[in-house]
């Protein structure tokens, strides 16, 4: 009795009843075990591939959604939020009358010179003002980083930070910023 493919019986091609027995026994090959194996690999294999198959139009299901338009848009609107959000930070401290690094106070002339404009108008005279840590996100100070290096002369630029505004820093020397002291 010979075994095929799907697991059911036949009898075989062979004349005698001997015969039927031996072919059985004689060779592992010949049974029905070498094709049931086929079988079983085929299925497998057949598996693997329709999961690759799935893991790729998944993929390519990521890559156009991430290539849309939406998606785009929703990038570049959350990365705005982002800076808004430092930027609302960072002029609630100025408005606070407490000391924010330089390169805050770049940032915030750099993306909403509006936002720095109202902070230093309605700044509070602060006795004991606090000393504030970076509030710029990460990312945008290692990509800030390289630019500020070109820029060179600080300086003139941290001469202008204190409370005493803009028109202090001039280049006249100390003669101005001393009477500006005196009226505050």
């Given at each position: ?165 803009l028109s202090g820093s001039s280049t006249s020397g100390a003669a101005g910023s001393g009477s500006s002291d005196g009226g505050m």
């Amino acid at each position: 009795m010979k075994v095929n493919a799907a697991g059911g019986f036949f009898r075989g091609y062979g004349t005698s009843g001997l015969k039927e027995k031996n072919i059985g026994v004689s060779s592992p090959l010949a049974g029905g075990r070498g094709k049931s194996d086929q079988v079983t690999l085929s299925k497998q294999v057949l598996a693997v591939v329709q999961m690759q198959n799935r893991l790729k139009a998944i993929a390519q299901a990521k890559e156009d959604a991430q290539n849309s338009p939406e998606a785009q848009a929703l990038d570049s609107m959350r990365k705005m939020m982002e800076i808004q959000k430092a930027c609302n930070k960072i002029a609630a401290r100025i408005r606070a009358g407490d000391r924010v690094p330089l390169k805050d106070l770049r940032y915030l002339i750099k993306h909403d010179i509006r936002a720095y404009q109202m902070a230093m108008a309605s700044r509070k005279p602060n006795d004991d003002p606090k000393e504030w840590d970076s509030a710029i996100p990460k990312e945008d100070q290692e990509r800030e980083q390289p630019t500020e290096l070109s820029i060179g002369g600080t300086d003139q630029v941290q001469a202008t930070s204190g409370c005493e505004g803009l028109s202090g820093s001039s280049t006249s020397g100390a003669a101005g910023s001393g009477s500006s002291d005196g009226g505050m």
